[in-house]
């Protein structure tokens, strides 16, 4: 049996939850399944769907989102959902039989919230860029026309776009109860009618700035080797889910200083001040000892 964990997330849809599984369920395919028929090429899916709360699935990447009708609360069913997708797993059970014709959605977003107020997470079925990228105004978006066409709307402050989202933080003229639904709606449509994310220039640009970082990473000495290769395998994926990014920026050998940039979410974000000392700083200390001091951030 495999060792395999499911962790219950909530978004800001209350009646989707979102089932983050510890490893990888499809190979860049993403799925939506609105009925047991549908899911008749999933045996993961229609097993979900005899729960008689089920109303809808998703399944993408490493996560199963459902969407409950309201006869249950999450609070009183998820830790049995989650026990069901993890014994199915565990037990080797097929999620989809990629060999049959599969039924797919073209783009499905759903928002979920991020620990900072003021940025909404919204999540496409699909690989929407390799990189991370980050817009704070309209003119720094001239190589991303879903950005530069997001920031047409009066209480879009800044856009990020990383892997399968995009975050979008707003101005506090706007709260989100009125403006979700209408932001949801415009990437979707705008992923669904072929748009272009970010340029090719662009994308040409950000494989030559990794190169460039992959020649300077050889060129640094060993503890910054150390800081950016924890950075990578330990905070950036949460830092990813909660909508942000971080980036290695320095490190003093004579002060013991970390420099990180903080991206997204994490940008400003009131808690961002609590993870970078309670987090990132304790976990470094902790790991390299007494090579690091302190971690200081600077938002992207």
Same mark, same amino acid.
């Given at each position: 049996?495999k060792?395999?964990?499911?962790?219950?997330?909530?978004?800001?849809?209350?009646?989707?939850?979102?089932?983050?599984?510890?490893?990888?369920i499809?190979?860049?395919?993403?799925?939506?399944?609105?009925?047991?028929d549908?899911?008749?090429?999933?045996?993961?899916?229609?097993?979900?769907?005899?729960?008689?709360?089920?109303?809808?699935?998703?399944i993408?990447?490493?996560?199963?989102?459902?969407?409950?009708?309201?006869?249950?609360?999450?609070?009183?069913?998820?830790?049995?959902?989650a026990?069901?997708?993890?014994?199915y797993?565990k037990?080797s059970g097929?999620v989809?039989n990629?060999?049959?014709?599969?039924?797919?959605?073209?783009?499905?977003?759903?928002?979920?919230?991020?620990?900072?107020?003021?940025?909404?997470?919204?999540?496409a079925?699909?690989k929407?860029?390799?990189?991370t990228y980050?817009?704070?105004?309209?003119?720094?978006?001239?190589?991303s026309?879903?950005?530069?066409?997001?920031?047409?709307f009066?209480?879009?402050?800044?856009?990020?776009?990383?892997?399968?989202?995009?975050?979008?933080t707003?101005y506090?003229?706007?709260?989100?109860?009125? =403006?979700?639904?209408? %932001?949801r /709606?415009? !990437? #979707?449509?705008?992923?669904?009618?072929?748009?272009?994310? *970010?340029s090719?220039? @662009?994308?040409?640009?950000?494989?030559?700035k990794?190169e460039?970082l992959?020649?300077?990473?050889?060129?640094?000495?060993?503890?910054?080797k150390? =800081?950016i290769?924890? %950075?990578? /395998?330990? !905070? #950036?994926?949460?830092?990813?889910?909660?909508?942000?990014? *971080?980036?290695?920026k @320095?490190?003093?050998k004579?002060?013991k200083?970390?420099k990180?940039?903080?991206?997204?979410?994490?940008?400003?974000?009131?808690?961002?001040t609590?993870?970078?000392?309670?987090?990132? /700083?304790?976990?470094?200390?902790e790991?390299?000892?007494?090579?690091?001091?302190?971690?200081?951030?600077?938002?992207?």
């Amino acid at each position: 049996m495999k060792n395999i964990s499911v962790n219950p997330k909530e978004t800001s849809n209350p009646a989707i939850l979102k089932f983050e599984i510890s490893e990888f369920i499809t190979s860049y395919e993403s799925f939506e399944f609105n009925n047991i028929d549908e899911a008749k090429d999933s045996p993961l899916a229609q097993q979900l769907f005899y729960l008689p709360f089920v109303k809808k699935i998703y399944i993408s990447g490493n996560f199963v989102a459902i969407e409950r009708y309201n006869i249950v609360e999450w609070s009183d069913v998820q830790d049995e959902v989650a026990t069901q997708i993890q014994n199915y797993l565990k037990n080797s059970g097929t999620v989809v039989n990629s060999s049959e014709k599969i039924k797919t959605n073209p783009v499905t977003i759903y928002a979920e919230s991020t620990p900072n107020p003021e940025v909404l997470k919204f999540v496409a079925n699909k690989k929407l860029v390799h990189s991370t990228y980050e817009f704070t105004s309209i003119d720094e978006a001239s190589s991303s026309p879903l950005a530069s066409e997001l920031f047409h709307f009066p209480f879009v402050k800044s856009v990020f776009i990383d892997q399968n989202y995009v975050s979008i933080t707003k101005y506090n003229v706007a709260e989100w109860n009125d =403006i979700t639904m209408e %932001l949801r /709606e415009f !990437i #979707r449509n705008y992923l669904e009618n072929g748009k272009v994310i *970010i340029s090719d220039n @662009s994308s040409k640009t950000v494989e030559q700035k990794q190169e460039e970082l992959d020649r300077k990473f050889d060129d640094l000495d060993d503890v910054s080797k150390e =800081i950016i290769n924890i %950075l990578e /395998e330990y !905070i #950036r994926p949460a830092v990813a889910s909660d909508g942000g990014n *971080i980036e290695f920026k @320095s490190y003093d050998k004579n002060s013991k200083i970390v420099k990180v940039i903080l991206q997204g979410a994490c940008s400003g974000c009131p808690s961002s001040t609590f993870t970078l000392k309670n987090g990132i /700083e304790n976990m470094l200390k902790e790991m390299l000892k007494d090579k690091i001091s302190a971690v200081e951030a600077i938002n992207g």
